[in-house]
């Protein structure tokens, strides 16, 4: 059974940083895309960040770029999103998500986890 399970999510006053964890078990994502997202109430799933399986290449959303950061380590078949500066607007529940080939809308997606809660105070 494929499972991505989330960790780092808390609570952080603005300006600070966190980092996101996604374990996955179950089968291996080397050859996957991985991908962050993020819904916040009343609002749709929108996309964060993703890193490629091949050559390393990333893309971020417009308003999270220069402040986040996702890497993957195959070894451990694990992702991560290190987010800095964080502001009170990436208040929402992260999730973290594997595709087999490279997008960045929730629909490419085939695996998700459960998502951790990213809160942000002012």
């Known amino acids: 059974q494929v499972q991505l399970v989330e960790s780092g999510g808390r609570l952080v006053q603005a300006g600070g940083s966190l980092r996101l964890s996604c374990a996955a078990s179950?089968?291996?994502?080397?050859?996957?895309?991985w991908g962050w997202f993020r819904q916040a109430p009343g609002k749709e799933r929108e996309f964060v960040a993703a890193?490629?399986?091949?050559?390393?290449?990333?893309a971020y959303a417009d308003a999270v770029k220069g402040r986040f950061t996702i890497s993957r380590d195959n070894g451990k078949n694990t992702a991560y999103l290190q987010m800095n500066n964080l502001k009170p607007e990436d208040t929402a529940v992260y999730y973290c998500?594997?595709?087999?080939?490279?997008?960045?809308?929730?629909?490419?997606?085939?695996?998700w986890g459960q998502g951790t809660q990213v809160t942000v105070s002012s």
């Open positions: 998500a594997t595709a087999m080939q490279w997008g960045i809308v929730p629909g490419a997606y085939a695996y």
């Open positions: 179950g089968r291996t994502f080397s050859n996957y895309v």
């Open positions: 890193v490629s399986w091949g050559f390393g290449g990333t």
